[in-house]
């Protein structure tokens, strides 16, 4: 393949971080400077599946694999309505070569009005990052001058994700029927969920119906659910104040599963401390040890903050193998239990697909 190098001089751009290190590249996707958190993940495949993951509002993604865009962009491959990432930084941008493409992933994210960089050093992103952790940062892609001083300063003066409720953003305006056949009514609170989570519900017999954020926790009893699931969703779950009063109503009364972020609210609506990661866990590859097995999962993650502190009536039932953190817990005395990680996957592997049968069985003996 030709490289276009001059095309790459034209559309020179840059990623300045909030402690003056500065990234530079070339602009591809929608010409818009903006702001955002940078993280990096270390999937080596799945980038339309991270680009319309909620979770990630608010976020710059690097992706540490060096070659992107190859596949191209399909339909089939999208997990939420629409895009809601800042941006996208990668090495060396690929034109498709492949059957299933229906757009380039440069086409894509024009016409989704997001930002991407390309011809970045990502490796060495990613290693500053590890070192001082996900930062805030300018990304300036627009044809006009602008200082590098300026970019970190436009950085800085960002409040950033923290203490920000970014679940407003992400959720269902109203609820809907994913799925209308099956023996077990379930309601998933949408706090920025991927339509895999649904199809794997569905695949459990489940009919499943989606509601807003903020639907209380007598509408959801109002629907007569079997189960509720909370959903994974973006930024800071103590944010999420709202959530946390509708859980706490709805522990004991209903079983209950949490994912993600789900599993932050069901923690923290239990007394639970959560806390912010230095870099936090993005990417497909995260052994997690099953305590009550002894069995190992290869997982797929997204999240900057984790439970670091948890009350005597949850019980640990999973373990991060990189850094010790908590990956898994469950109530003691209430049918309720959560997991870190996406037993969905989209992108990543399945070895905790049957995480969804497990919450199909708490119903079933409830």
């Not at 894509?108 to 390309?118: E, S």
């Not at 007394?271 to 870099?279: D, E, H, N, Q, Y």
Request: glycine fraction near 8%; charged fraction near 20%.
């Amino acid at each position: 393949m030709n490289t276009p190098w001059k095309k790459m001089r034209e559309r020179r751009a840059y990623i300045a971080l909030a402690d003056g290190t500065v990234f530079r590249g070339y602009s591809f996707g929608a010409a818009a400077d903006t702001v955002g958190e940078v993280v990096f993940n270390t999937g080596m495949t799945g980038y339309q599946e991270i680009l319309t993951d909620p979770s990630y509002a608010g976020q710059f993604v690097t992706l540490t694999a060096s070659e992107i865009g190859n596949y191209g962009c399909c339909p089939d491959d999208v997990e939420s309505r629409k895009l809601f990432m800042h941006g996208l930084i990668i090495q060396n941008l690929n034109e498709p070569s492949s059957h299933r493409a229906t757009e380039s992933l440069q086409a894509y994210l024009q016409r989704n009005g997001v930002a991407g960089i390309a011809g970045v050093d990502t490796r060495a992103l990613t290693l500053h990052l590890r070192t001082h952790g996900n930062q805030k940062a300018w990304l300036h892609v627009e044809d006009t001058d602008l200082p590098v001083e300026e970019a970190v300063k436009r950085a800085n003066d960002w409040c950033g994700l923290d203490g920000q409720d970014y679940v407003s953003s992400v959720t269902t305006h109203k609820p809907y029927t994913f799925c209308g056949t099956g023996d077990l009514n379930v309601v998933v609170c949408d706090f920025g969920v991927k339509t895999n989570i649904l199809r794997s519900l569905a695949a459990q017999g489940m009919r499943v119906t989606v509601v807003p954020a903020k639907t209380t926790a007598d509408e959801i009893l109002a629907l007569k659910p079997d189960g509720v699931l909370l959903s994974n969703g973006p930024a800071d779950p103590s944010a999420v104040v709202y959530a946390q009063e509708t859980i706490r109503q709805l522990l004991g009364r209903v079983p209950l599963m949490g994912i993600c972020l789900g599993h932050q609210l069901l923690g923290i609506s239990c007394g639970a401390v959560c806390s912010r990661l230095k870099f936090g866990h993005h990417g497909c590859n995260h052994p997690v040890k099953d305590l009550r097995t002894g069995k190992v999962e290869i997982t797929s993650q997204n999240h900057n903050f984790a439970l670091t502190s948890l009350p005597d009536c949850l019980e640990m039932t999973h373990l991060n193998l990189n850094d010790n953190t908590v990956e898994g817990v469950r109530h003691r005395e209430h049918p309720a239990f959560s997991v870190q990680y996406h037993p969905e996957a989209a992108p990543g592997p399945h070895d905790s697909a049957p995480l969804f049968r497990e919450f199909r069985d708490l119903i079933m003996h409830h």
